[in-house]
């Protein structure tokens, strides 16, 4: 039995319909298992973020920046 590679899924030459079905079944709970991995490091990144904009908020209203007046200049 001989195999090849299409479309990043293995191919398996002479094999039932069944180990075929296995490995598209394995290969789908694989591709769900690593959708889950990435939807928790997004939600992970995204709190992260949220954190340091609300961190740069605060800092940015609570910062005392020196206001100049205006001077005005008599045109001649």
């Given at each position: 039995?001989?195999?090849s590679?299409?479309a990043?899924?293995p191919?398996?030459?002479?094999?039932?319909?069944?180990?075929?079905?296995?490995?598209?079944?394995?290969?789908l709970?694989?591709?769900?298992?690593?959708r889950d991995?990435l939807?928790?490091?997004l939600?992970?990144?995204?709190k992260?973020?949220e954190?340091?904009?609300?961190?740069i908020k605060q800092m940015m209203?609570?910062?005392i920046?020196?206001?100049h007046?205006?001077?005005?200049?008599p045109?001649?």
């Open positions: 039995m001989g195999s590679v299409l990043r899924r191919n398996y030459h002479g094999s039932g319909s069944s180990s075929s079905e296995w490995v598209q079944r394995h290969e709970e694989q591709m769900r298992n690593e991995q939807q928790e490091e939600a992970k990144t995204n992260v973020v954190h340091q904009y609300q961190l209203e609570t910062m920046l020196p206001t007046p205006t001077f005005y200049r045109s001649q």
